[in-house]
Each structure stands twice: as structure tokens, then as C-alpha cells.
């Protein structure tokens, strides 16, 4: 029998196999709870501000949509973005220069599977809850970066 985290890494390496096409523009948020969405947030917002420096970028939002748009991520992450200093426009804003980002947040077997979308970077890290039911980083970020076009 495997242990359930080698479950939840093979499952988290089959979906970014088979998520490494063009996919929808638009992002997907599920199973994210209000107390969940600070760490997320957190997480996503310095995992961009790695890659690009805040004071001087403006970040597009590519939020979900229809059904999905009313998340407890989004808000938050837009308010944490905007608090390290990030420039954010939501999508259909007219932002010249800026750098879209788009993030898929899933269940996971006990947990969440985070990937970010920014430029040509792709990004996913794995999320566990713990006895208490809190997220907790159950992986590093696993990071690939596309060719340029």
C-alpha cells in the first residue's frame, strides 16, 4: 500500500503533465475555505514577488469567472498583491506592460494543489492539512519555465 503522500505527489505530477498546454485564461479556485485564503495568498504573492519586483510591476488578474467568481481567494490575494506593492488590473483592463497571472487551486487527496501561471513561468506546490485542519507546505515550489516565443 502506498503512503498517501506519494499518492498526492503522483497525482500532483499527472495533473501538471496533462495541464501543460494552452488551457483556459480565465483562473479556478475550489475548496478553498475563508481561513485558507490568507496563507494561499500569501504564498502565491511571494512566490511573485521572487520573480518580479513589486514597486515596478502591475500585475493582470485573471480572476474566475461565472460560477467560480466569488471565491474567498481572490479578494484576499488581490488586497495581499496590492499590500507588498504590486500594481493590480483585473483582466479586460487595459495595463500596458503588465504581467498576467493566473492561478488553479484544487483538492488534492488531504489537501491542495496550487499552480500559478505569471509570464512564461509555471509554478505548482502542494498543500496539506494537518491534524489541526490547517494548510501547510507539503512540497517547494516545483517551477518550469516555457520557451520564449
Given at each position: 500500500?502506498?503512503?498517501?503522500?506519494?499518492?498526492?505527489v503522483i497525482g500532483a505530477m499527472l495533473l501538471l503533465s496533462?495541464?501543460?498546454?494552452?488551457?483556459p485564461r480565465s483562473s479556478y479556485v475550489e475548496a478553498v475555505t475563508p481561513a485558507d485564503a490568507p496563507v494561499l495568498a500569501a504564498d502565491i504573492a511571494g512566490f511573485v514577488a521572487e520573480r518580479?519586483?513589486?514597486a515596478a510591476t502591475t500585475l493582470v488578474l485573471n480572476a474566475p469567472t461565472g460560477e467560480l467568481a466569488s471565491d474567498s481567494l481572490t479578494p484576499v490575494l488581490r488586497d495581499e498583491l496590492r499590500r507588498i506593492g504590486f500594481g493590480v488590473a483585473d483582466a479586460g483592463q487595459k495595463a500596458p506592460g503588465a504581467h498576467p497571472l493566473r492561478y488553479l487551486v484544487t483538492p488534492l487527496d488531504a489537501g491542495v494543489l496550487v499552480r500559478l501561471h505569471v509570464d512564461r513561468t509555471t509554478a505548482s506546490r502542494l498543500w496539506l492539512r494537518n491534524s489541526a485542519g490547517t494548510l501547510q507546505a507539503g512540497s517547494p515550489f516545483t517551477v518550469r519555465e516555457d520557451a520564449a516565443e
Open positions: 500500500m502506498r503512503h498517501p503522500l506519494h499518492t498526492a496533462g495541464c501543460a498546454g494552452v488551457g518580479l519586483p513589486a
